[in-house]
Protein backbone atom coordinates (compact mmCIF):
# COMPACT_ATOMS: atom_id res chain seq x y z
CA UNK A 1 0.00 0.00 0.00
CA UNK A 2 1.77 3.37 -1.31
CA UNK A 3 1.17 6.56 1.02
CA UNK A 4 -0.12 9.84 -0.62
CA UNK A 5 2.16 11.55 0.62
CA UNK A 6 1.74 15.64 2.02
CA UNK A 7 5.27 16.75 1.87
CA UNK A 8 6.64 19.63 0.27
CA UNK A 9 6.21 19.11 -3.60
CA UNK A 10 10.17 20.01 -3.82
CA UNK A 11 11.31 17.16 -1.63
CA UNK A 12 9.24 14.71 -4.28
CA UNK A 13 10.85 16.23 -6.72
CA UNK A 14 14.50 16.03 -5.54
CA UNK A 15 13.83 11.99 -4.84
CA UNK A 16 13.09 11.63 -8.46
CA UNK A 17 16.93 12.78 -9.21
CA UNK A 18 18.75 10.89 -6.29
CA UNK A 19 22.21 11.30 -7.68
CA UNK A 20 24.08 8.90 -9.47
CA UNK A 21 27.65 11.66 -9.47
CA UNK A 22 29.32 8.18 -11.03
CA UNK A 23 27.84 4.81 -11.63
CA UNK A 24 29.93 3.90 -8.74
CA UNK A 25 28.44 6.29 -6.17
CA UNK A 26 25.15 7.13 -4.81
CA UNK A 27 23.97 9.50 -2.64
CA UNK A 28 21.30 8.60 0.04
CA UNK A 29 19.00 10.91 1.33
CA UNK A 30 18.36 10.89 4.65
CA UNK A 31 15.88 12.11 7.28
CA UNK A 32 15.54 11.54 11.21
CA UNK A 33 12.56 11.31 13.49
CA UNK A 34 14.39 13.19 16.26
CA UNK A 35 15.66 17.07 15.78
CA UNK A 36 19.37 16.64 14.70
CA UNK A 37 21.69 17.25 17.37
CA UNK A 38 20.00 15.80 20.22
CA UNK A 39 20.02 12.40 21.63
CA UNK A 40 18.18 10.30 19.15
CA UNK A 41 19.95 11.71 15.92
CA UNK A 42 23.39 10.85 17.52
CA UNK A 43 24.52 7.82 16.51
CA UNK A 44 23.17 8.19 13.00
CA UNK A 45 24.80 11.50 12.62
CA UNK A 46 27.40 9.53 13.84
CA UNK A 47 26.96 6.69 10.95
CA UNK A 48 26.47 9.73 8.31
CA UNK A 49 29.93 10.84 9.18
CA UNK A 50 31.94 7.69 9.05
CA UNK A 51 29.67 6.80 5.41
CA UNK A 52 30.67 10.14 4.11
CA UNK A 53 34.12 9.79 5.26
CA UNK A 54 35.00 6.39 4.23
CA UNK A 55 32.50 5.65 1.74
CA UNK A 56 33.95 7.99 -0.67
CA UNK A 57 33.61 7.01 -4.52
CA UNK A 58 31.24 4.16 -3.40
CA UNK A 59 27.62 5.78 -0.90
CA UNK A 60 27.61 9.38 0.03
CA UNK A 61 24.59 10.17 2.57
CA UNK A 62 22.75 13.56 2.08
CA UNK A 63 21.24 14.74 5.51
CA UNK A 64 18.12 16.63 5.21
CA UNK A 65 16.99 17.34 8.09
CA UNK A 66 14.96 16.05 11.12
CA UNK A 67 10.76 15.78 12.44
CA UNK A 68 10.71 19.65 10.65
CA UNK A 69 11.61 18.29 7.13
CA UNK A 70 9.22 14.93 7.99
CA UNK A 71 6.91 14.87 10.85
CA UNK A 72 7.78 11.53 13.11
CA UNK A 73 4.82 10.25 12.40
CA UNK A 74 4.66 10.25 9.07
CA UNK A 75 8.77 8.90 8.29
CA UNK A 76 7.74 5.30 8.60
CA UNK A 77 5.24 6.05 5.23
CA UNK A 78 8.26 8.54 3.52
CA UNK A 79 10.94 5.82 3.43
CA UNK A 80 8.01 3.02 2.20
CA UNK A 81 7.42 4.66 -0.47
CA UNK A 82 10.81 6.20 -0.94
CA UNK A 83 9.93 9.75 -0.36
CA UNK A 84 13.32 9.76 1.32
CA UNK A 85 16.15 6.65 0.83
CA UNK A 86 17.11 6.34 4.63
CA UNK A 87 15.19 6.96 7.92
CA UNK A 88 16.04 7.09 11.61
CA UNK A 89 13.28 6.07 13.39
CA UNK A 90 11.75 4.18 16.43
CA UNK A 91 9.26 1.34 16.02
CA UNK A 92 7.20 3.52 18.36
CA UNK A 93 6.66 6.00 15.10
CA UNK A 94 5.72 3.67 12.72
CA UNK A 95 3.24 0.81 14.19
CA UNK A 96 0.87 1.12 11.54
CA UNK A 97 3.44 -0.20 9.35
CA UNK A 98 5.25 -2.78 11.67
CA UNK A 99 2.94 -3.51 14.30
CA UNK A 100 5.16 -6.32 16.08
CA UNK A 101 7.61 -4.16 16.01
CA UNK A 102 6.81 -3.26 19.42
CA UNK A 103 8.94 -6.41 20.03
CA UNK A 104 12.24 -4.44 19.61
CA UNK A 105 12.13 -1.80 22.80
CA UNK A 106 11.28 -5.38 24.69
CA UNK A 107 14.64 -7.51 24.05
CA UNK A 108 16.63 -8.31 27.21
CA UNK A 109 20.06 -8.69 24.66
CA UNK A 110 22.03 -5.99 22.58
CA UNK A 111 21.49 -6.46 18.90
CA UNK A 112 25.20 -8.13 18.09
CA UNK A 113 23.65 -10.75 20.04
CA UNK A 114 20.06 -10.69 18.27
CA UNK A 115 22.25 -10.77 15.18
CA UNK A 116 24.33 -13.93 16.35
CA UNK A 117 21.28 -15.72 16.97
CA UNK A 118 19.03 -15.05 14.31
CA UNK A 119 16.93 -12.45 15.70
CA UNK A 120 18.11 -9.37 13.57
CA UNK A 121 17.29 -11.54 10.52
CA UNK A 122 13.63 -11.76 11.50
CA UNK A 123 13.59 -8.33 12.56
CA UNK A 124 14.74 -7.66 9.16
CA UNK A 125 12.48 -9.74 7.00
CA UNK A 126 9.42 -8.41 8.95
CA UNK A 127 10.22 -4.90 7.92
CA UNK A 128 11.21 -5.89 4.57
CA UNK A 129 7.96 -7.61 4.05
CA UNK A 130 5.21 -5.61 6.33
CA UNK A 131 7.33 -1.56 5.26
CA UNK A 132 9.27 -2.00 2.00
CA UNK A 133 12.47 -1.48 4.40
CA UNK A 134 15.47 -2.77 4.83
CA UNK A 135 16.68 -2.62 8.73
CA UNK A 136 19.85 -1.88 8.34
CA UNK A 137 20.86 -1.39 12.29
CA UNK A 138 19.59 -0.47 15.67
CA UNK A 139 20.92 2.28 18.15
CA UNK A 140 20.09 2.39 21.91
CA UNK A 141 20.92 -0.66 23.51
CA UNK A 142 21.81 -0.30 27.06
CA UNK A 143 19.10 2.60 27.20
CA UNK A 144 16.37 2.38 29.39
CA UNK A 145 12.70 4.28 29.46
CA UNK A 146 11.44 6.20 32.30
CA UNK A 147 8.06 7.88 33.54
CA UNK A 148 8.91 11.69 34.08
CA UNK A 149 6.37 13.44 36.60
CA UNK A 150 5.29 17.19 37.83
CA UNK A 151 3.76 15.35 40.79
CA UNK A 152 5.06 12.57 43.01
CA UNK A 153 3.57 9.55 43.10
CA UNK A 154 3.59 6.94 46.33
CA UNK A 155 3.75 3.56 44.34
CA UNK A 156 3.08 1.46 40.98
CA UNK A 157 -0.55 3.03 40.33
CA UNK A 158 -0.71 5.62 37.99
CA UNK A 159 -4.38 6.54 38.47
CA UNK A 160 -5.94 9.80 38.02
CA UNK A 161 -2.52 10.55 35.66
CA UNK A 162 -2.63 11.92 32.37
CA UNK A 163 0.76 10.77 30.92
CA UNK A 164 1.91 11.62 27.36
CA UNK A 165 3.12 8.28 25.86
CA UNK A 166 3.69 6.30 22.65
CA UNK A 167 3.35 2.61 21.64
CA UNK A 168 6.43 2.17 23.80
CA UNK A 169 4.40 2.57 27.38
CA UNK A 170 1.12 2.45 26.12
CA UNK A 171 0.31 -1.16 27.54
CA UNK A 172 2.66 -0.63 31.01
CA UNK A 173 1.05 2.53 31.67
CA UNK A 174 -2.53 1.91 30.70
CA UNK A 175 -2.66 -1.49 32.99
CA UNK A 176 -1.54 1.11 35.65
CA UNK A 177 -4.30 3.10 35.50
CA UNK A 178 -2.85 6.31 33.53
CA UNK A 179 -4.95 8.31 31.02
CA UNK A 180 -3.07 8.32 27.78
CA UNK A 181 -2.40 11.04 25.34
CA UNK A 182 -0.10 10.12 22.36
CA UNK A 183 2.02 12.77 20.94
CA UNK A 184 5.78 13.27 18.94
CA UNK A 185 8.32 14.53 20.94
CA UNK A 186 7.72 17.78 19.33
CA UNK A 187 4.95 18.78 21.63
CA UNK A 188 5.92 17.54 24.71
CA UNK A 189 7.33 20.39 26.46
CA UNK A 190 3.94 22.85 25.60
CA UNK A 191 1.92 19.94 26.87
CA UNK A 192 3.55 20.40 29.88
CA UNK A 193 3.35 23.75 30.25
CA UNK A 194 0.31 24.15 29.47
CA UNK A 195 -0.84 21.70 32.55
CA UNK A 196 -2.69 19.04 30.20
CA UNK A 197 -0.18 15.95 30.94
CA UNK A 198 1.43 15.45 34.67
CA UNK A 199 3.97 13.68 33.01
CA UNK A 200 5.77 11.61 30.07
CA UNK A 201 7.43 8.67 28.69
CA UNK A 202 10.97 9.15 27.69
CA UNK A 203 14.28 7.56 27.58
CA UNK A 204 17.21 7.89 30.59
CA UNK A 205 18.78 10.20 27.91
CA UNK A 206 17.84 13.18 26.06
CA UNK A 207 15.46 15.31 28.86
CA UNK A 208 17.31 18.18 28.66
CA UNK A 209 17.79 18.39 24.96
CA UNK A 210 14.56 20.24 24.63
CA UNK A 211 14.46 21.77 27.92
CA UNK A 212 11.76 20.09 29.23
CA UNK A 213 14.08 19.51 32.72
CA UNK A 214 12.10 22.83 33.28
CA UNK A 215 8.70 21.73 33.57
CA UNK A 216 10.09 18.23 35.14
CA UNK A 217 9.44 16.88 38.92
CA UNK A 218 10.62 13.84 38.97
CA UNK A 219 11.89 10.88 37.28
CA UNK A 220 10.81 7.56 38.40
CA UNK A 221 13.14 4.64 39.35
CA UNK A 222 13.77 1.88 38.23
CA UNK A 223 14.24 2.09 33.96
CA UNK A 224 12.74 -0.11 32.28
CA UNK A 225 12.42 -1.90 28.46
CA UNK A 226 15.35 -0.64 25.75
CA UNK A 227 15.30 2.18 23.23
CA UNK A 228 15.30 0.77 19.88
CA UNK A 229 16.39 4.07 17.06
CA UNK A 230 16.11 2.06 13.84
CA UNK A 231 18.44 2.98 10.28
CA UNK A 232 15.93 2.18 7.55
CA UNK A 233 17.02 2.21 3.92
CA UNK A 234 13.90 1.81 1.11
CA UNK A 235 13.94 -1.81 0.04
CA UNK A 236 13.91 -1.09 -3.77
CA UNK A 237 17.18 1.83 -2.87
CA UNK A 238 18.51 -1.19 -0.95
CA UNK A 239 18.06 -3.57 -4.10
CA UNK A 240 18.89 -1.03 -6.22
CA UNK A 241 23.05 -0.83 -4.62
CA UNK A 242 26.15 -2.56 -5.69
CA UNK A 243 27.22 -5.15 -3.58
CA UNK A 244 30.20 -2.70 -2.70
CA UNK A 245 27.76 -0.55 -1.62
CA UNK A 246 25.80 -2.38 0.31
CA UNK A 247 28.64 -3.46 2.18
CA UNK A 248 29.91 -0.19 2.95
CA UNK A 249 26.42 0.34 4.39
CA UNK A 250 26.47 -2.64 6.15
CA UNK A 251 30.09 -1.97 7.76
CA UNK A 252 29.08 1.56 8.95
CA UNK A 253 25.74 -0.14 10.76
CA UNK A 254 28.48 -2.63 12.71
CA UNK A 255 30.57 0.75 13.70
CA UNK A 256 27.72 2.70 14.72
CA UNK A 257 26.36 -0.39 16.65
CA UNK A 258 29.04 -0.69 18.94
CA UNK A 259 28.78 2.65 20.12
CA UNK A 260 25.83 1.11 21.98
CA UNK A 261 28.66 -0.11 24.51
CA UNK A 262 28.89 3.56 25.61
CA UNK A 263 25.46 4.30 26.86
CA UNK A 264 25.63 2.69 30.48
CA UNK A 265 28.47 5.83 30.68
CA UNK A 266 26.18 7.97 28.85
CA UNK A 267 23.17 7.37 31.79
CA UNK A 268 25.40 8.15 34.72
CA UNK A 269 26.20 11.42 33.39
CA UNK A 270 22.46 11.94 32.27
CA UNK A 271 21.36 11.30 35.58
CA UNK A 272 23.78 13.74 37.11
CA UNK A 273 22.62 16.48 34.81
CA UNK A 274 19.05 15.74 35.89
CA UNK A 275 19.52 16.36 39.75
CA UNK A 276 21.47 19.06 38.80
CA UNK A 277 18.66 20.64 36.85
CA UNK A 278 16.46 20.06 39.77
CA UNK A 279 14.96 16.60 38.80
CA UNK A 280 14.18 14.30 42.09
CA UNK A 281 14.08 10.61 41.62
CA UNK A 282 11.55 8.42 42.94
CA UNK A 283 12.56 4.99 43.83
CA UNK A 284 9.77 2.25 44.48
CA UNK A 285 10.73 -0.05 47.15
CA UNK A 286 11.28 -3.66 46.16
CA UNK A 287 7.80 -4.76 46.00
CA UNK A 288 7.20 -1.70 44.26
CA UNK A 289 9.33 -1.72 41.50
CA UNK A 290 8.57 -5.90 41.06
CA UNK A 291 5.41 -4.57 39.84
CA UNK A 292 6.53 -2.05 37.94
CA UNK A 293 8.73 -4.27 35.63
CA UNK A 294 6.26 -7.39 35.67
CA UNK A 295 4.16 -5.02 34.81
CA UNK A 296 5.94 -3.82 31.88
CA UNK A 297 7.19 -7.08 30.43
CA UNK A 298 3.84 -8.91 30.82
CA UNK A 299 1.82 -5.75 29.07
CA UNK A 300 4.35 -5.02 26.67
CA UNK A 301 4.13 -8.81 25.41
CA UNK A 302 0.75 -9.32 25.55
CA UNK A 303 0.52 -6.07 23.17
CA UNK A 304 2.54 -7.91 20.74
CA UNK A 305 1.06 -11.22 20.98
CA UNK A 306 -2.69 -9.68 19.91
CA UNK A 307 -1.46 -8.76 16.95
CA UNK A 308 0.18 -11.56 16.24
CA UNK A 309 0.60 -14.16 18.80
CA UNK A 310 3.54 -17.03 16.58
CA UNK A 311 5.60 -14.17 15.81
CA UNK A 312 5.20 -12.64 19.02
CA UNK A 313 6.47 -15.71 20.64
CA UNK A 314 9.41 -15.91 18.55
CA UNK A 315 10.53 -12.80 18.76
CA UNK A 316 10.16 -13.06 22.58
CA UNK A 317 12.46 -16.24 22.50
CA UNK A 318 15.53 -14.85 20.29
CA UNK A 319 14.63 -11.43 22.45
CA UNK A 320 15.72 -12.85 26.24
CA UNK A 321 17.85 -13.39 27.85
O1 LIG B 1 8.79 8.60 23.90
C1 LIG B 1 8.96 8.50 22.69
O2 LIG B 1 8.73 9.40 21.88
C2 LIG B 1 9.50 7.24 22.18
O3 LIG B 1 8.75 6.30 22.01
C3 LIG B 1 10.95 7.16 21.95
C4 LIG B 1 11.48 6.00 21.37
C5 LIG B 1 12.84 5.92 21.16
C6 LIG B 1 13.66 6.98 21.51
C7 LIG B 1 13.14 8.13 22.06
C8 LIG B 1 11.77 8.22 22.28
Redesign the pocket.
Given at each position: MKFKSTLAAGLLVATAFTSQASAQEVTLRAVSA?NLDT??SREFQAFVGWINENGKGTVQIDLIGGPEAVPPFELGNAVQSGVVDMANN?A??YPNLVPTGDAI?LAENTVQEQRENGCYAVIDRIHQEQMNVKYLAHA?DG?G?HLYLTKPVEGPDLSGLTI??????QAMFSALGANLVRT??GEVYSALERGAIDG????SQ?VLDLGWDEQTKYRVDPSFYN???NLLVNLDVWNGLTDAQRAKLEEGAAWMEALNANNAEINTAEYAKQAEAGIETITFDAAGAEKWLTTARDAGWAAVEVVDKPLAQELRACLSK
Open positions: FTFTAFHGIFRTTPVYAPYGWPGVDV
